[in-house]
């Protein structure tokens, strides 16, 4: 079914030409795009369910109808802050550093480019997450709550690499983590040279009680996507703003960068 | 006579640069404060000082009519007064309603498109004006509750959190595994997309009925997704006991005569 399609699955921009039909697809996710004169025809859907052409209900786009429309298929962070849920909690001892390195699934970014004005048009996870509340009941905030894979999941092309070192600077406790929550706004994609992709570095610097700070490096990294660069800047230090003493468990968040 | 018509003309062109003036003021006043505090604070607040302005500005313009026309204001209060008291006793309802509608606009324990209960009423609330506010029920009908009786009365409102808790209320015969059926419900919960991961599920043992052990699954989700979860758990509920072959019991009654522990033959006659 669908060997008449043309195959582009892989980051980056690509040539859209009338009535052909496009694949971009990984091994959990597919998405099909078309363009009708001037509508574009965009329709995704997950691999396990049997795709019958004839019944695709496409979501269209309106656009100006002309010959060179680009597109551009790029990942994503969600739309909403990440907590990492490890499956169990890990403890630090005092003075003692971590590096943890986790992957999570990554979400797909469709852009249009006509006449050099880029639109977003969709954003798809690959994989479906679930959500979860992260504060109290009464003020907190809606997130995806995904639990870290360990970084031999197959097609990690398709996953992104947090890099995270947890540092327990305190003389005093040993610092036990049981969930991180990551505004990913403010993270940066990479893309290495085995086109795999990963975030920025997150250091997590615990010092005593209540007294945690992220910070963030990007050094030596090929950026898909930058709001660092914006910034002009390659180490931002962060305060946290929400650290909750719950049982000896502290839970991290990283703050809006103030510059 | 030449005299007095020339200022009968004036007064009468007085008035009307007043009329116009006074009222087309007061209106553009009123609408751009009506949006500087809707933008500011919210639409119901600017409703309403928008409205207050509307009527200050009537009352100035009429005042100032008054006065032209030669009327004597201060007889003119005095018959206000008695008036206002009459009027006064005459609109207890509605001023009552006016004064509960500011309290609702600044307590604000609900806002536009929140889903409250009031009494048996539950529905999305489409406005909150001066006397009262307009909800639409579930089954599309208009209810215009008074302000005064939202003050009197106890009010839910359903949406104002972001996240709420669906109760599943569970029975299973006594026979069952407490243990299987926990983990049968929270696998349930712990696999639906919409249910969130934290808080996380949870399933307590109320009590041992007459005919039933009673529990309850408690699971969290979005406001805009409770009675979409709430469905598709209860159906994923019963389809994974038929599986499982998990009895949901209905009340059994066990009747006996003479001896307690001896139940009484009964004869079928043809």
Known sequence: ?259 | MEFLKNEYIVITIKILIVFITGIGLSMWLSKQSGKFFSKKFSPQKGLIISKLILYIGYVIVSVTILRELGFKLSALFGVAGIAGIAIGFASQTSVSNIISGIFLIMEKPFKIDDVITIGEVTGTVKSIDMLSVKVRTFDNRFVRIPNEKIIKTEVTNVTYYPIRRIDIDISIAYKEDINKVKDILLDLANTELLCLRNPEPFVTVNKFGNSSIDLSLLIWVEKTEWHKVKNIMMQKVKEAFDKNNIEIPFPHLSLYSGLETKPFSIKIEK
Request: hydrophobic letters at 35%; proline letters at 3%.
């Open chain 1, 1 to 259: 079914m669908t060997k008449d399609f043309i195959d582009i699955s892989k980051w980056g921009s690509f040539s859209i030409k009338s009535q052909e039909i496009y694949h971009w697809k990984t091994d959990k996710l597919n998405i099909l795009i078309k363009k009708e004169n001037d509508i574009l025809k965009i329709y995704h859907y997950k691999s396990e369910n049997e795709l019958n052409i004839d019944e695709i209900l496409w979501q269209d786009w309106l656009i100006k109808e002309d010959n060179d429309l680009i597109i551009d298929i790029l990942p994503s962070y969600p739309d909403k802050t990440i907590v990492l849920k490890f499956k169990r909690t890990f403890s630090i001892l005092k003075k003692q550093k971590k590096q943890i390195s986790v992957i999570i699934p990554i979400w797909v970014k469709i852009k249009i480019k006509q006449k050099d004005i880029a639109t977003e048009i969709l954003t798809i996870p690959v994989t479906e997450s679930f959500k979860g509340w992260f504060g109290d009941l009464s003020d907190g905030e809606l997130c995806y709550y995904i639990t870290p894979e360990q970084e031999n999941t197959n097609n990690q092309l398709y996953f992104l690499k947090l890099p995270i070192s947890v540092i327990n600077n305190s003389e005093k406790n040993s610092l036990i983590i049981e969930k991180f929550a990551i505004q990913p706004k403010y993270l940066s994609i990479f893309e290495n040279q085995e086109l795999s992709l990963s975030s920025d570095d997150i250091n997590v610097i615990f010092k005593s009680d209540g007294d945690v700070s992220i910070a963030m490096s990007n050094l030596n990294k090929k950026s898909i996507k930058s709001p660092l660069k914006e910034i002009n800047s390659k180490l931002v230090e962060k305060k946290v703003f929400q650290s909750i003493n719950l049982d000896q468990t502290f839970y991290t968040y990283n703050l809006p960068i103030k510059k």
